[in-house]
C-alpha cells in the first residue's frame, strides 16, 4: 500500500508544479528507488491524459562512465537528449541517489568537459522554460542516502521532507497558491529596486539588478519551494562572501567558502576543503567567474542544512547566490556550463540594504 502522502505529493507535482494536461510530452527522470514516486505520479500523468516516458538510471552508471570514457566520449551530446529537451513539453526530476558520494574522487577536469559539452542542452532547455514551452520540476525521494547527508534516520528524513512540501496539510495546494500570494509583496519590493548591499559575518557584498526582474518561486520548478530570484548584471558583483555551509557538486562537498569578487568577476576563491575542486570549476569557462542567479529562501518549514541544495538554498532567512549560467527570464545573459548555488545564512547578524534602505535584518524582510 502506498504511503498517503506520496500520493499527495504526486498530486501536487502533477496539478500544481507541471500542470500536466492532455497530449503533454512528460518525461519523468528518476532512480529506482523513487519507484513508489515514479509510479504515483505516472498514474496521476496518464489519467490527466499526458504522453509520459520514464527514464530509470541505475546508481553507479556515472562513476563507471567517468571511470572509462575516453575524451570523445566526455565530450559526447547524443541526439536523443538533445530531441528530448527540444520536443518535451513537461519534465520531472527525481532527486534518488544511494551513493550521493559516488563522483567524489573524479578528476574535476572530466567534470567540466562535460558540463561543458552539454551546455547546449542547458541553454535550450532555459530557453524553453523561459519562453514556457517547457514546464519542469525537480525534487527530492527520500533515500538513506539523503537522510544520512543529513544527520537523520530515514524516517525522520520522510518526515522532514513531507513537512517541508507541506503535503500532510489539510489543503497543500492552497497553501502553495497562499505562498504566491505572500511572496508577492517580496517581488514588488525587490523590483523597485536596483542596487543591493548584504552584509554578515566575513561578508560584504555590493550588486546590481537594474532591469532584470524577479521570479516568485512558489512549488513550480522545485519542489519544494520558497524562493524570490534574479540574475545580477553580470558585471556589478563588487566585494566578497563568505558561505555559511559547505556546498556540493556532482557529489564532491567544499567547505568554507569565501568568493572575492571584482566588478563582477571571481577574483579570489578560497576553501578549507575542497579548494582545487572549487577553482576548477570557477575556471570551466568565463561565465562560470560570474554570477548568473541573485536569490532570498523563504520556506520557514525548512530551518535545517541537510547537504540538499533543493532543501537548503530555500531555508527561511537565508539568501544564495549562483555562480555560473543565469535564467533568461530574468534578464541574465550569463552562459556557462556550470550553475553553482552557494547559502550565506543572514539569520543572525544579517543584514541587506537596497538603494540605502534597510530592507532585510536577521532572515526577515521588513516588509
Known amino acids: 500500500m502506498i504511503d498517503p502522502r506520496m500520493e499527495t505529493l504526486a498530486d501536487i507535482l502533477v496539478r500544481h508544479s507541471l500542470r500536466l494536461r492532455a497530449g503533454d510530452l512528460f518525461i519523468i527522470r528518476s532512480g529506482p528507488s523513487a519507484a513508489p514516486l515514479v509510479k504515483a505520479v505516472y498514474q496521476q500523468a496518464i489519467k ?17 562512465f567517468y571511470k572509462y570514457a575516453s575524451p570523445r566520449q566526455l565530450r559526447y551530446v547524443s541526439p536523443l537528449s538533445l530531441y528530448e529537451i527540444k520536443n518535451a513539453t513537461a519534465q ?31 541553454r535550450i532547455f532555459l530557453e524553453r522554460a523561459a519562453k514556457q514551452e517547457l514546464r519542469w ?45 505572500k511572496q ?8 523597485s529596486k536596483t542596487t543591493f548591499r548584504i552584509t554578515a559575518k566575513d561578508t560584504d557584498l555590493t550588486l546590481k539588478t537594474t532591469g532584470r526582474t524577479w521570479i516568485n518561486c512558489y512549488g513550480r520548478e522545485n519542489f519544494p519551494d520558497g524562493e524570490v530570484f534574479t540574475g545580477p548584471i553580470e558585471t556589478s558583483a563588487d566585494g566578497h562572501i563568505r558561505y555559511s555551509f559547505p556546498i ?15 566588478k563582477g568577476k571571481v577574483v579570489k576563491a578560497e576553501a578549507s576543503q575542497g579548494e582545487a575542486f572549487l577553482k576548477a570549476m570557477i575556471a570551466m569557462d568565463p561565465g562560470a567567474q560570474r554570477l548568473g542567479e541573485f536569490a532570498f529562501g523563504t520556506n520557514d518549514g525548512i530551518t535545517r542544512y541537510t547537504k540538499n541544495t533543493l532543501f537548503d538554498e530555500k531555508i527561511g532567512g537565508t539568501m544564495h547566490l549562483a555562480l555560473g549560467s543565469g535564467y533568461p527570464e530574468t534578464g541574465s545573459t550569463n552562459k556557462s556550463g556550470l550553475h553553482w548555488d552557494m547559502v550565506c545564512d543572514l539569520r543572525k547578524d544579517g543584514c541587506v540594504t537596497a538603494d540605502g534602505d534597510l530592507i532585510f535584518k536577521n532572515g526577515r524582510f521588513l516588509v
Not at 517541508?164 to 489539510?170: R, V, W
Open 48 to 64: 490527466a491524459g499526458a504522453n509520459t516516458h520514464v527514464h530509470l538510471g541505475l546508481d553507479g552508471l556515472s562513476e563507471l
Open 92 to 122: 520531472l526530476s527525481i532527486i534518488s541517489e544511494e551513493n550521493t558520494k559516488a563522483l567524489t574522487h573524479v578528476d574535476p577536469k572530466k567534470i567540466a568537459m562535460v558540463s561543458l559539452a552539454h551546455q547546449r542542452v542547458s
Open 184 to 191: 508577492e509583496k517580496i517581488k514588488r519590493l525587490l523590483d
Open 137 to 181: 520540476c525537480l525534487t527530492q525521494y527520500p533515500t538513506n542516502a539523503a537522510a544520512q547527508d543529513a544527520d537523520m534516520s530515514l524516517d525522520e528524513y520522510e518526515q522532514f521532507l513531507f513537512d517541508a512540501a507541506h503535503a500532510t496539510a489539510k489543503q497543500p495546494l492552497r497553501y502553495w497558491k497562499t505562498m504566491y500570494t
Open 248 to 262: 556540493s557538486h556532482g557529489g564532491r562537498e567544499v567547505h568554507d567558502v569565501t568568493l572575492t569578487f571584482s
